[in-house]
């Protein structure tokens, strides 16, 4: 009997460490977490990206996307054209997975309902407003934490690549090193062997197992943390948020099996009592069959579970990105657009991801052709209206002083490239970019497509040609087109259907001045072959250039050039 207690002193030592451990680095943890909640705050996030986090990130959209059908989500190319993930990514100051992959959701599917929009906005507000709730929100979420590739969104779609087999041989191993146990107090020698023959036997097996569901018990850990969490959520008193703590609470009510056994599935191992006691029991492999079981039973539950916190976290995160702006504003929604009347009106409206940017203000009725020459600031302000106008409808805050709009689905064909791979020429991947546009124009949503540099793949005669047909039908159908094009001509060609603005820049002796602002008509000036000359080329070659160009502009011909022509 003295081995016995020998060994069960030892035992009891061993958890005495592993527990008084486990609660220092605890305290720890939540230092840390309070700390970074106060200095991340109305702060441009710091976290980097590699490219195929996005994976992850995107999973939620993908699975919803799958299932919905909604045909009015933002495509690859605006979103790319955009650079929607660098917007996101300064945008993105959430705390958990469901957070930043609801956020990303969102960011790809624009709202048509008002009440949608607004509550998004009552909430966002009440998290700017109320610091001390929100803050006690924040240090849950980031005890959730993110943890990407765990993919639980697919809980929302498919469990069966998730099935253990055995499971009841899981069960009977677990109990074994329990008999093995109470064997020593009957037989000590024969007692210690069958101890560390199940103890071993449970190792190996454990590892050997985990390797095959790593991912699928990360997805069902993550699961199991984010129930009991949410559990910790329904005790915070935070005023209006009733409606969503009502809707958590229902869900637990068919998930609360999960919450029991969460604590086995996190893997803490800073705590090394509890991880071994894991392993030796098999405490991690019984809970992730159990709570799969739970899940399976309650999908929709989960699902609006995580829908809930998802919203909660990315509101707060919207919350942060309009405290870290020089100025936004909320938008008002047209209710009564008719011809004549204006579809959006923007008031110094800037771009997210420009340091200084240089506000402009526009009225828009109808569509509008934008001229200019090279870098003045067309482009730039194409996407500066595009990404507000998906602002307005998805985060529900516009960086300008003003902006109303009627209910619009964005498009975009900007910055296209050929492709090797497809053996696609850029001309055909612009082609194909338009019909896609036309395709999506329908009589319930009007499009607001950006269009930079039109048809610009291909021939001068076949390119104002077409380009200006192309527009001309965009502009007769429900739908308010944008387009920024160097072809002076399809201002007079379109005219009559088209307003016309421009960018300007003014020369100097030595320089290219630029003010980035907008002006109403169409541009009179060109800077190429000014261009040219300050970039050092021959005084020979700039002249020849500037008499051929004003040559064509008074006889609407080039002429031929000699082959013994000196310049």
Not at 388 to 405: G, M, P, R, V
Request: glycine share 6%; proline share 2%.
């Amino acid at each position: 009997m003295g081995d016995y207690y020998k060994l069960l002193i030892f035992i009891l030592l061993i958890a005495g460490v592993g527990i008084v451990s486990g609660i220092h680095n605890s305290f720890k943890r939540r230092r840390k977490i309070r700390a970074k909640i106060l200095e991340t705050w109305g702060k441009a996030p710091k976290e980097k990206y590699r490219t195929e986090d996005f994976d992850s990130i995107a999973s939620y959209y993908q699975n919803k996307r799958s299932l919905s059908g909604n045909k009015f989500l933002m495509d690859d190319i605006t979103w790319n054209d955009l650079d929607m993930s660098k917007i996101f990514m300064r945008i993105n100051n959430t705390h958990s997975s469901p957070g930043e992959e609801y956020l990303y959701c969102m960011m790809r599917e624009p709202s048509f309902d008002e009440a949608d929009l607004k509550e998004r906005g009552r909430v966002i507000g009440l998290f700017q407003k109320n610091a001390e709730g929100r803050r006690k929100l924040q240090y849950l979420l980031e005890l959730l934490g993110k943890q990407r590739y765990a993919d639980i969104s697919n809980f929302i779609t498919d469990f069966s690549y998730m099935e253990l087999n055995n499971a009841f041989m899981y069960k009977f191993l677990a109990f074994m090193p329990i008999a093995s146990v109470l064997l020593c107090v009957v037989d000590f020698k024969l007692g210690v062997p069958a101890l560390l023959a199940s103890i071993l036997t449970n190792m190996l097996l454990y590892y050997n197992l985990k390797k095959k569901i790593e991912t699928q018990l990360l997805s069902i850990s993550y699961a199991a943390k984010l129930v009991s969490i949410a559990g910790k959520m329904l005790k915070l008193d935070i005023d209006g948020l009733d409606e969503y703590k009502k809707s958590i609470s229902k869900c637990l009510g068919k998930l609360k099996g999960i919450a029991k056994r969460m604590y086995f599935l996190i893997d803490n191992y800073e705590d090394f009592f509890l991880m071994y006691l894991k392993i030796i029991f098999l405490i991690e492999v019984l809970s992730y069959d159990k709570i799969l079981g739970i899940l399976k039973k309650n999908r929709e539950e989960f699902r609006s579970l995580y829908e809930t916190i998802g919203f909660l976290d990315s509101m707060i995160s919207i919350a942060s990105y309009r405290e870290s702006l020089a100025f936004y504003t909320e938008p008002d929604f047209i209710k009564d657009f008719s011809k004549g009347g204006y579809a959006v009106c923007a008031g110094e409206v800037y771009h997210p991801l420009i340091e200084k940017p240089v506000t402009n203000s526009i009225d828009i009725s109808r569509s509008i052709l934008i001229t200019g020459s090279n870098a003045s600031g067309k482009s730039t302000f194409l996407k500066t209206l595009a990404i507000n106008s998906i602002f307005a409808q998805t985060i529900y805050t516009c960086l300008a002083k003003e902006y109303s709009t009627i209910f619009l689905f964005t498009m975009t064909s900007m910055a296209l490239r050929d492709s090797i791979e497809n053996n696609e020429s850029y001309f055909i991947a612009e082609i194909k970019s338009l019909k896609r546009i036309f395709s999506m124009i329908n009589d319930e949503i009007p499009c607001f497509c950006f269009i930079d540099e039109i048809l610009r793949g291909t021939n001068t005669i076949e390119r104002i040609a077409a380009s200006s047909r192309v527009l001309k039908n965009l502009s007769l159908k429900n739908c308010i087109c944008m387009a920024a094009t160097h072809d002076i001509e399809l201002t007079g060609i379109l005219e009559g259907i088209y307003d016309n603005y421009h960018f300007r820049e003014e020369i100097t002796d030595d320089d290219v001045v630029f003010d980035y602002k907008l002006y109403e008509g169409k541009a009179r000036s060109r800077n190429a072959l000014k261009l040219l000359k300050l970039m050092g080329f021959d005084n020979s070659i700039v002249e020849d250039a500037e008499k051929a160009a004003y040559d064509f502009e008074q006889n609407g011909t080039w002429a031929s050039i000699e082959k013994n022509s000196k310049k």
